[in-house]
């Protein structure tokens, strides 16, 4: 690997963007297969149709800077898909494996968005505005993406788990004082 401007990293973190991203596009629907919550569900396909845009998205910026996305292996978002596999074939309360699976896609959702944050740094660095923008689109659908699943955790799946499961969880004793 040759690394001798920033414009070489870039490049490598890019790479491992666009092989991050279509790593998901085979994970998302395991994934939306395995939540029971229909709310889940949807976030999960709604974000594989993101996901699709952001690879599109990738290509684009490859070809504007005419370089080829190839030849990257993002082993980061290996290891994290294989976490969220352990929650797909793990068999139990709906609800808790619902709330783990969040856990999983909200790791993954914190990774993507270092990484886009700091590919936008360096696309800045390298005077690239409209490559910032485009960076930019995407992370802000990272950041929105991972909002709906803290939402879906709070709302529903968290509850639901600690009222099914509550003699498991030391809630503590409520007081009206
Ligand atoms: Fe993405």
């Not at 960076?135 to 955790?153: H, P, V």
């Amino acid at each position: 690997m040759k690394m001798e401007s920033l414009k070489d990293l870039y490049l490598e973190q890019l790479r491992d963007l666009f092989d991050a991203e279509t790593q998901l596009i085979d994970a998302l629907p395991k994934m939306a297969e395995a939540a029971h919550h229909s709310d889940l569900k949807n976030a999960f396909d709604q974000h594989l149709r993101q996901t699709r845009e952001h690879v599109t998205r990738l290509q684009r910026l490859f070809s504007a800077l005419g370089e080829r996305p190839e030849g990257q292996t993002c082993h980061g978002m290996k290891g994290l898909i294989k976490e969220g596999q352990e929650m797909i074939k793990a068999k139990g309360d709906p609800d808790v494996i619902d709330a783990g699976l969040i856990a999983a896609a909200q790791r993954v959702e914190h990774y993507e968005i270092a990484a886009y944050g700091t590919a936008m740094a360096h696309a800045k660095l390298l005077g690239r505005d409209e490559i910032v923008r485009l960076l930019d689109q995407t992370l802000q659908e990272e950041k929105a993406a991972d909002q709906i699943l803290t939402d879906i955790a709070e709302r529903i799946v968290n509850v639901n788990a600690a009222v099914r499961r509550g003699k498991d969880f030391d809630t503590g004793t409520r007081t009206t004082m």
